[in-house]
Each structure stands twice: as C-alpha cells, then as structure tokens.
C-alpha cells in the first residue's frame, strides 16, 4: 500500500542520520501522538535517572551544561532535518523540547511531584506559546525551532520555582 504524502515527508528526510537522530532525539519524536510530549517525558525521565544519582552539588552544573550542549548541537540538527524533510518545524523534531524541559528543571528538586509540575508546566507554555514565545518561532531555521521552546523552559522555570517557595507543592 502506497504511503500518503503526508506519511512520507514525515518518514523520509536526506538530512544527515546525526542530524535526524539528534532531532528526533533518538526515536523519541517518532512516537504518536504528541511527539513533543513524548521528548519532553523522555527528558524528565533521563533527568530524574540521572540526577537522581549524582549528589545534589552537582545537578546545577551538570543541567547547564547540558542545556548548553542540547542547544548547540540541537539548532543545527533541527536546521538540518527540517531542512532535509522540507518543512519548516516537522513535529518529529523533538529536541527543541529536551532543551525547553531541561530548562524547567534548573534548581528542580528530584521529587516526583516537582518532576511532575515541570513537565505539565513546560507542555503547557510550549504548547500555548505567551508572548513573547511565539515571536520567538520566527527566528530562522532550527533556532527558530529551539529557542522558543527555551522560552517556554524559562516561563516553566519562573513558575516551578513559585510553587516550589510558596511550597504549593508540599
């Protein structure tokens, strides 16, 4: 049976297989539905498994740093893939939101409930976008694609950290 046009620019891409893994953060942002839910829970969980091991003087630097990492290596991966599949944002590119989510996690104690309120909080600004986020997307290419989702971590971040000082979440 023959693919649709749809199932095919979303299947295929000539960007460089990094480049696609990378994007896709590994399969994660091939998952239905909601693939950006789908990197962003990958992100929360991998933290959680991470941070949850390492002690607590070493979180700060080490989400940082990867959020550093994740950005300069995923604009130029999201650039290539969408690039590669001819659109403009492909909803399989998934590591704009492991960037964005990381951010939401700065200073984020590994408690479950906390956990919990970042990921729903940073959907929930990825997906409703407050200004200025959307005129973020505007910005070219894969920086366009990364750096409103940061954006969105940001606001995730701002609020997480009010519940957590006003302790609404216990």
Do not use: N
């Amino acid at each position: 049976m023959a693919k649709s046009r749809t199932e095919a620019v979303e299947g295929s891409s000539s960007a460089p297989a990094w480049a696609t893994h990378v994007a896709t953060f590994f399969g994660a942002g091939r998952l239905k539905p909601g693939p950006g839910t789908w990197g962003a829970l990958s992100t929360a969980v991998l933290w959680w498994l991470i941070a949850s091991r390492l002690p607590e003087s070493a979180r700060l630097p080490l989400i940082l740093v990867l959020i550093a990492l994740v950005t300069a290596i995923g604009i130029p991966a999201a650039t290539l893939e969408a690039r590669g599949c001819g659109r403009k944002d492909p909803s399989h590119v998934v590591i704009d939101e492991v960037a964005g989510q990381l951010v939401t996690y700065i200073a984020c104690p590994i408690v479950w409930r906390a956990l919990l309120a970042g990921f729903i909080l940073f959907r929930v600004f990825d997906i409703l976008k407050p200004p200025p986020i959307r005129s973020l997307e505007k910005l070219p290419e894969g920086t366009g694609i990364v750096v409103d989702d940061l954006g969105a971590g940001v606001y995730g971040l701002i609020v997480l950290q009010l519940l957590l000082h006003f302790r609404v979440l216990g």
